[in-house]
C-alpha cells in the first residue's frame, strides 16, 4: 500500500489544503493578468499586452484549475466533518476541535485586550492644572492585570497543545490522489 492510499492526519489535510489555495491562487491570476498592459513586477515599459505562450496549455490548465478546486471543497468537507466529530478533553469537559478553534479565537481576543489593560494599568497619569499636579491612578492595579494576562496565555498555551496532538492524531477521511 502506497503513503496516497491511506487517509491523512489532520494535520496533513490542513498542509494540502493550504497546498491547494497556493495552487489556486497562482493559476487564478495567470488568468487574471491576461491581456493587462503592464504588470507590477515588468520593467519593460513597451508591452503593450501578454498573451499566453504556446507551451502554456489554457484548456489543460483551465481543467486543472477546477479539478484543485473540486479538491479542495471535499477535503476542506471532511476537515469539518473531523473538526465537529473528534472532541478531547479541555478544562475537564469534553469539546470538539472546531470549540476549540472557536475558544482559541476568543482567548486570543482577551490577551489583546488584556494587553492594553496591562499597559494602562503600568502608569499613572498626571496632569498639571493650576499649578498643581492631579493624579489619575489606573482603573485597575497592575499585578492582578499581568496575572489575568498570563493566565489567559497559560489556558492558550494548553489549547494549543491539545489542538495540535489532536491534529497529530485525528485522520480525515480523504485521499490525495495526485
Known amino acids: 500500500m502506497g503513503k496516497l492510499d491511506k487517509d491523512l492526519l489532520l494535520f496533513q489535510a490542513l498542509e494540502l489544503r493550504n497546498n491547494y489555495d497556493r495552487k489556486i491562487s497562482l493559476l487564478k491570476s495567470i488568468f487574471e493578468t ?38 479542495r471543497v471535499k477535503l476542506n468537507q471532511a476537515v469539518q466533518i473531523e473538526n465537529f466529530s473528534k472532541t478531547f478533553q479541555f478544562k475537564r469537559s469534553d469539546i470538539s476541535i472546531a470549540e476549540a478553534l472557536e475558544i482559541k479565537k476568543g482567548l486570543l481576543s482577551d490577551i489583546e485586550a488584556l494587553s492594553g489593560k496591562v499597559k494602562k494599568s503600568a502608569f ?55
Open 34 to 71: 491576461t491581456g493587462s498592459k503592464r504588470d507590477i513586477f515588468s520593467v519593460r515599459s513597451d508591452i503593450d499586452r501578454k498573451d499566453f505562450d504556446d507551451a502554456f496549455d489554457f484548456k489543460q490548465v483551465e481543467k486543472d484549475l477546477k479539478i484543485l478546486e473540486t479538491k
Open 124 to 178: 499613572k497619569e498626571i496632569v498639571h492644572k493650576e499649578e498643581r499636579d492631579i493624579v489619575h491612578r489606573p482603573k485597575f492595579a497592575f499585578n492582578d492585570t499581568y496575572k489575568d494576562y498570563c493566565v489567559k496565555l497559560k489556558e492558550l498555551r494548553t489549547l494549543n497543545d491539545a489542538i495540535h496532538l489532536i491534529n497529530h492524531s485525528a485522520t480525515v477521511k480523504f485521499k490525495d490522489e495526485n
